[in-house]
């Protein structure tokens, strides 16, 4: 496996634990109505939306390599 794959590979990966993270985050908020819930539930949106604009970007940026 190239380190470009493995980079890919990795930032796919994050972003899907970004997305879990928020999925979690919600079903506390919806069990604890607690506010820093809803604001965790923010920050893994915010993580895995900038980690698939990353990845595009970083998978463009290398296309010919």
Request: aromatic residues 16%; charged residues 10%.
């Amino acid at each position: 496996m190239s380190l470009k794959a493995f980079h890919l590979l990795f930032i796919g990966l994050s972003a899907i634990l970004g997305a879990f993270f928020a999925a979690w985050s919600i079903g506390q908020f919806q069990v604890g109505h607690e506010f820093s819930y809803l604001a965790a539930c923010a920050l893994g949106v915010a993580i895995a939306g900038t980690l698939v604009v990353y990845g595009a970007a970083f998978q463009k940026k290398t296309r010919g390599m």
